[in-house]
């Protein structure tokens, strides 16, 4: 089945850093790819939906600015977490959609700030 | 504004016996309904679907009945066993022409299956 790959699977940084994370789809072409939030204990939250070749589409309260999305091809697409505050530390998920396979999601990354 | 919700957080059943997980929503709109397992630090693992035009899907253990005068659909597993221990994440999407809907996901119940 469709498998997607997200780099890295923990990451720890300062705060005022930037981090970028990374979701590739492996064995197939994903134009729309989306990327979620989990808080503990708490739902998965979608953040945007990123579209290769063109802006991402941000979700009511989410910082574009802060949240950097760039999908410059049809097997990456990548979040950049700018200037980064311990408040930025949670679970980060993307998934992307095939059409044979639906959606499927990445391993998440462990983003700590401090 | 939660379009989706399960509103119990968790959910103890004795192995062998049926576990039942809840989920409502909120938006007509959604034509498509999905059940995820999610273990800690993972990434969720696809389960089930099922589309609007439907009212019942069968996946071996797992069952999902979709209610759509209620809003309701909810997650049958039976037997249930220990290895089904797992937060349950129902999620929802309106697939539209675009046949990208992003997906719209509940709070989540945990599920405990007791050997």
């Known amino acids: 089945g469709a498998v997607v790959s997200q780099h890295p699977s923990r990451v720890i940084c300062k705060s005022g850093t930037s981090v970028k994370i990374e979701c590739r789809s492996l064995?197939?072409?994903?134009?729309?790819m989306f990327w979620y939030r989990q808080f503990p204990k708490k739902s998965l939250m979608l953040m945007a939906t990123s579209n290769e070749g063109s802006k991402a589409t941000y979700e009511q309260g989410v910082e574009k600015d802060k949240f950097l999305i760039n999908h410059a091809s049809l097997t990456l697409s990548t979040l950049t977490v700018t200037s980064a505050h311990p408040e930025d530390s949670s679970f980060y998920i993307c998934s992307a959609r095939d059409v044979h396979s639906g959606y499927t999601f990445g391993s998440g990354t462990r983003l700590t700030v401090v | 504004d939660q379009q989706v919700k399960q509103n119990s957080p968790s959910l103890s059943v004795q192995e062998g016996r049926i576990s039942i997980l809840n989920c409502d929503y909120t938006n007509s709109m959604f034509d498509y309904f999905l059940w995820y397992k999610k273990y800690p630090a993972e990434g969720p693992t696809f389960l089930i679907s099922?589309?609007?035009?439907?009212d019942k899907n069968e996946d071996g253990r797992f069952t999902v009945f979709l209610n759509k005068s209620a809003k309701h659909l909810s997650l049958h597993i039976v037997p249930s066993q220990p290895g089904d221990s797992a937060v349950y994440f129902c999620a929802a999407s309106v697939r539209g022409s675009s046949n990208t809907g992003k997906l719209i996901f509940g709070q989540g119940t945990t599920l405990q299956v007791k050997p």
């Open positions: 099922i589309s609007s035009i439907k």
């Open positions: 064995d197939f072409q994903a134009t729309t």
